[in-house]
Nanobody
Framework: QVKLVESGGGSVAAGGSLRPSCVAS????????MGWFRQVPGKEREGVIS???????SYPDSVKGRFTISKDNAKNTLYLQMNSLKPEDTAMYYC???????????????WGQGTQVTVSS
């Protein structure tokens, strides 16, 4: 059983920054592929960023240069650093883990409950 718990979402003005985090627990190899997805009600979920065991990352052009992903292995915690936020980044953000092929749109096996990010114009 793997449990992912997100925190650190919130509301921010456009141009601001947020840093959600995700604590992983359970029978889980933390160096597995992990990442973040987001979803707006009524729209398909979107892969935001992923990190493979070797530290390589994958992300869409929409977040390039603005979002980064990092891990604190000692704390089993995954972070999403979001800078230069835009109103279109408003969504529920989900921490995800374990995919056969690690990239930002992969089919991940485990999902957290989500943390809301709201960016005002």
């Amino acid at each position: 059983q793997v449990k992912l718990v997100e925190s650190g979402g919130g509301s921010v003005a456009a141009g601001g920054s947020l840093r959600p985090s995700c604590v992983a627990s359970g029978q889980f190899y933390f160096n597995n592929c992990m990442g973040w997805f987001r979803q707006v009600p009524g729209k398909e979920r979107e892969g935001v960023i992923s990190m493979d065991e070797d530290g390589s990352t994958s992300y869409p052009d929409s977040v390039k240069g603005r979002f980064t992903i990092s891990k604190d292995n000692a704390k089993n915690t995954l972070y999403l650093q979001m800078n230069s936020l835009k109103p279109e980044d408003t969504a529920m953000y989900y921490c995800v883990a374990v995919a056969r092929y690690c990239f930002h749109r992969a089919d991940f096996g485990y999902w957290g409950q989500g943390t809301q990010v709201t960016v005002s114009s």
